[in-house]
């Protein structure tokens, strides 16, 4: 069964909206109806339907201030905007490991304290974008994993800070399919897929109607965390254990 939501006359906003994963939220939302902005440093590639471009840098806090005051009603925020270079500790600056947590853990916290008056008003949601690399180790990415572990425990606590009037819950995605995955795994797509049990990485869609279902969800879903990781990652323990063991 395939279920259908209907957004008309709400209000969306989703952070990096512009590809990746949020291209694929907010195209969700705006196909369901809503009226959604989207944010980003850079314009989306081309102009889709149903969105509305701001360019705002959600780390400058002027940038949040005026991305949010052009609004009237707001009644779902997805903090989707994140992401790291491959950056070891080792030989790398301490700027760079900062501005990573600034994106993925500072400005979602600083977009939903913005947006929550407007939350309030509607009875509204927030949507973290979160990551497996913040529940296990992330090698390579540690401040990316440490900022989206604070992310996943940010949106338990205001969960409960504003609840009842707000639910704030957290989409924690594990590997995904995007336009530049291919780059960022080294083209072995497929074969990093076949380590998950559903047999594939996430897509967009996958994530987007985990996020129509939870911003619809009955008021008392809130400071949930729902896994869209097709079962996680098969241990490495697995791959070196042979069948004829016992």
Request: aromatic share 4%.
């Amino acid at each position: 069964m395939t279920a259908t939501y209907d957004y008309t006359g709400r209000t969306v906003l989703v952070t990096g909206g512009t590809r990746g994963l949020g291209a694929g939220i907010a195209r969700a939302f705006a196909e369901a109806g809503a009226d959604v902005l989207v944010c980003g440093r850079t314009p989306p590639p081309t102009a889709e339907p149903g969105l509305r471009f701001v360019r705002a840098d959600v780390r400058d806090p002027e940038d949040v201030e005026r991305l949010v005051a052009g609004l009237d009603r707001l009644d779902v925020v997805v903090n989707n905007a994140g992401g790291s270079p491959h950056a070891p500790l080792e030989g790398t600056s301490g700027r760079l490991h900062a501005r990573v947590i600034e994106l993925n853990l500072t400005a979602p916290l600083l977009v939903s304290q913005r947006a929550h008056p407007l939350l309030a008003a509607s009875g509204g949601t927030v949507l973290m974008i979160g990551s497996s690399s913040g529940t296990r180790p992330s090698p390579g990415t540690s401040a990316y994993g440490a900022a989206k572990a604070g992310l996943h425990h940010l949106a338990r606590c205001l969960a409960a800070e504003w609840a009842p009037a707000v639910r704030v819950n957290t989409v924690v995605v594990g590997l995904a399919e995007t336009e530049n995955a291919a780059d960022h795994y080294a083209g072995k797509n497929s074969e990093l897929g076949a380590t998950i049990p559903a047999g594939r990485m996430a897509t967009p869609a996958d994530v987007a109607e985990t996020c129509l279902w939870l911003a619809a969800a009955p008021g008392y879903v809130t400071g949930a965390q729902v896994h869209v990781d097709g079962g996680g990652e098969m241990p490495a323990w697995r791959y070196l254990v042979s069948s004829e063991i016992s």
